[in-house]
């Protein structure tokens, strides 16, 4: 396979479930990013990781866990979510980060429904 | 503050011309990036400008003017795949990127 890659596609859990969303990338990249995106809103950065280090964590509950065993491989542990956490999750990766022309390559989703 | 505005949403006819605009204000300036996200899909990198002036990459082409904080994507020749969400995004002077909203382009035969 090649790019990004995101599993599951489509995930519906209870408010007391405890899910992880899987995602692969194949470019040999340095950064890895999770996103927030809900419908008409801006995306929403959550994490990043350079080289396996935690650089960002922009003020993310922490019902959302990252884990990033690798620099191919990123996960993100949810439990105890909300209704309001329902929305597609992002990932990306990109050559460096911190750098301007931070070309990210994204998968396809995680499509998140929290009953 | 840090903002980007960019039109919700905009149709078109297949074969026109469209122009889709985008304002920001933010934290310092490090190039602006279009994305193009189809319905259900990832969004794909478009072009990323640092540089005033016009680029052209075939039926797209990128403007940007620093000093008045705005930009637009051009599409020539509309084709039917053409109809996604079109994102701008800037980034800042620490290189975080600040999105828009997106543009749902719609095109009609």
């Known amino acids: 396979e090649t790019g990004v890659t995101q599993t599951p596609r489509h995930l519906v859990m209870g408010m007391t479930n405890k899910k992880s969303l899987k995602c692969e990338q194949h470019?040999?990249?340095?950064?890895m990013y999770w996103y927030k995106q809900s419908a008409k809103k801006p995306l929403e950065l959550m994490f990043v990781?350079?080289?396996?280090?935690?650089?960002e964590n922009n003020s993310v509950p922490s019902r959302f866990s990252p884990e990033c065993p690798n620099s191919s491989h990123l996960f993100l542990h949810l439990h105890t979510l909300q209704p309001e956490d329902s929305a597609l999750y992002l990932c990306?990766?990109?050559?460096?980060?911190?750098?301007?022309?931070?070309?990210?390559?994204f998968g396809a989703g995680s499509r998140l429904t929290v009953l | 503050g840090q903002n980007i505005d960019q039109p919700t949403e905009m149709t078109a006819t297949e074969g026109a011309i469209v122009q889709i605009n985008c304002t920001y204000q933010t934290s310092g300036f490090n190039g602006l990036f279009w994305y193009q996200q189809h319905a259900g899909e990832a969004p794909t990198f478009l072009s990323y400008t640092v540089l005033d002036g016009l680029e052209e990459k075939g039926r797209f082409s990128s403007f940007l003017s620093r000093s008045k904080g705005y930009s637009y994507l051009l599409l020539k020749e509309l084709q039917m795949k053409d109809s996604a969400s079109y994102l701008c995004a800037v980034s800042e002077s620490n290189y975080q990127l600040i999105w828009g909203a997106g543009t749902k382009l719609i095109i009609k035969p």
């Open positions: 990781y350079s080289l396996e280090e935690r650089v």
């Open positions: 990306a990766s990109s050559q460096d980060y911190g750098t301007g022309a931070n070309v990210l390559t």
């Open positions: 470019l040999g990249h340095n950064a």
